[in-house]
């Protein structure tokens, strides 16, 4: 009885171990849950999120990263359907760049968008069974045009994503990257940022993997690494809310299972038990006798 007891005891131990630890998980990075989808929550950012819709909103910088799953006939056109649907669009403008990247998890398309003279936007957008994961980069000041790239190396030997900065330049400004200069390295949550700029253009990259995140910005610099960062850290840290429906009724089965079985187990003990003391009473009653 005391090793039964003794049993439970640890295993209840271990239990609320490993739900301290996920809680102190999501302590440091909290995360906003959806039933398709997960993503951080942008610390320092406003959150806009809704049912379905993680939107986070960074008004120093005008700029909106928003998440969602959307129908479609293909990944582009259920990006660009939701971007229109999204600031309210009857049509919208060709794409100023075009490409797309191979990561861990599966193949993203990437578009990019001037929408008017104070809007840009930026696109990410994959398969996730029947409908899209697309993921947008808003900035919306007339000031300034800011947009994000994931572009895969050209050259993978390389530790540095110079190439693809001078690329991105090239493709969306008439600058390339020997007009502006270093404006240094900085290590921020989510990585390493090289920056360059001048007084009238800005880039900041980093490499992940085979691939380069590139952000480019039009106009006055700006903390443009930072507005970079949270977006790769929304990229990188998205992931599929997996249906578990199917381990948890085996959890809860093998549970019940070792349950009744504990307590089988007791009352299995306390009959023998019972029987011991019954034939202890018979023998104490003939020795009388």
């Known amino acids: 009885m005391r090793r039964a007891k003794r049993t439970t005891t640890i295993l209840l131990a271990l239990l609320a171990l490993a739900l301290a630890g996920w809680t102190s998980a999501q302590a440091e990075m909290p995360y906003f849950q959806s039933a398709d989808f997960n993503v951080p929550i942008l610390v320092g950012w406003q959150n806009q999120s809704v049912a379905g819709v993680a939107q986070f909103h960074q008004p120093s910088a005008a700029a909106t990263i928003r998440v969602t799953m959307t129908a479609g006939a293909d990944a582009q056109a259920a990006a660009a359907a939701d971007l229109a649907g999204w600031l309210g669009l009857a049509n919208l403008a060709a794409p ?25 936007a930026s696109q990410l957008a994959r398969q996730a069974g029947d409908r899209f994961i697309v993921i947008t980069f808003l900035e919306s000041e007339a000031t300034s045009r800011t947009l ?24 969306l400004t008439q600058l390339r990257l020997d007009d502006l200069e270093a404006a240094g390295a900085f290590e921020l949550p989510g990585g390493d940022w090289l920056v360059f700029q ?50 948890l009724g085996l959890g809860l089965a093998v549970s019940l299972l070792i349950l009744a079985a504990l307590l089988g187990s007791f009352a299995w003990r306390a009959r023998t038990l019972q029987k011991d003391l019954a034939m202890i009473e018979q023998l104490g009653n003939a020795d009388a006798n």
Do not use: C, H
């Open 148 to 171: 994000m790239l994931a572009i895969a190396q050209a050259d993978e030997m390389l530790d540095t994503a110079e190439p693809e900065l001078d690329s991105a330049l090239q493709q």
């Open 96 to 120: 100023v760049y075009s490409g797309k990247v191979n990561l861990a998890d599966g193949t993203w398309q990437v578009r990019a968008y001037d929408i008017d003279a104070e809007r840009s």
């Open 198 to 247: 001048n007084e009238t253009a800005q880039v900041a990259g980093s490499l992940f993997g085979n691939d380069s995140y590139i952000a480019l910005r039009e106009g006055p610099p700006g903390d443009l690494a930072s507005l970079a960062d949270a977006w790769r850290n929304m990229l990188l840290g998205f992931f599929i809310t997996p249906d578990n429906s199917l381990y």
